[in-house]
């Protein structure tokens, strides 16, 4: 490997191991709820999304989250899979005049905090507040990364 481009490589490197370890996730293919039991270590989780959908006009996607230890509500909280994402990665983006998609992966800007190690329930609701009248929704999976 030529001498310049080793600091590129591990700015790389560790840029990827910033992203975290996927723990588990929650496919969604339509609006609704679900559960999904992960075993996560103490310390910050992070909720990235994992989308392909399309759609005309306005839209506001959103997915409230909800984690539990022990029978405990320890966080919740709404997270926007089409707002502001920190980190992408295999991501396709369009804007044509006013017909959008997305496609990818993306870190979101919600979190969470868990207190102690072991296993946690992630309640999470997907739903569409703002729905255009053409939407296509192939995939809109929350993806829980520690």
Same mark, same amino acid.
């Given at each position: 490997?030529?001498?310049?481009?080793?600091? !590129?490589? /591990?700015?790389?490197?560790?840029?990827?191991?910033? $992203?975290? =370890? #996927?723990? &588990?996730?929650?496919?969604?293919?339509? #609006?609704?709820?679900?559960?999904?039991?992960?075993?996560?270590?103490?310390?910050?989780?992070?909720?990235?999304?994992?989308?392909?959908? @399309?759609?005309?006009?306005?839209? /506001?996607?959103?997915?409230? %989250? #909800? /984690?539990?230890?022990?029978? @405990?509500?320890?966080?919740?909280?709404? $997270?926007? +899979?089409?707002?502001?994402?920190?980190? =992408?990665?295999?991501?396709? #983006?369009?804007?044509?005049? &006013?017909?959008?998609?997305?496609?990818?992966?993306?870190?979101?800007? $919600?979190? *969470? %905090? /868990?207190?102690? *190690?072991?296993?946690?329930?992630?309640? %999470?609701?997907?739903?569409? +507040?703002? =729905?255009?009248?053409?939407?296509?929704?192939?995939?809109?999976? !929350?993806?829980?990364?520690?």
């Amino acid at each position: 490997m030529a001498p310049n481009l080793r600091p !590129l490589l /591990v700015v790389s490197l560790l840029a990827f191991a910033a $992203c975290g =370890k #996927e723990k &588990g996730r929650v496919p969604f293919t339509a #609006e609704g709820t679900a559960t999904t039991t992960v075993t996560l270590e103490a310390g910050d989780v992070a909720f990235w999304t994992d989308l392909d959908l @399309k759609w005309e006009g306005d839209a /506001v996607i959103r997915y409230d %989250v #909800e /984690v539990e230890q022990g029978g @405990k509500v320890i966080g919740s909280g709404a $997270c926007n +899979p089409l707002g502001h994402l920190g980190v =992408k990665t295999g991501w396709a #983006e369009t804007n044509l005049a &006013g017909s959008h998609t997305r496609s990818g992966n993306g870190k979101m800007d $919600c979190r *969470a %905090v /868990v207190p102690a *190690a072991g296993s946690t329930n992630v309640k %999470v609701t997907l739903s569409v +507040p703002t =729905k255009p009248g053409v939407f296509t929704l192939k995939k809109a999976d !929350l993806v829980i990364k520690q």
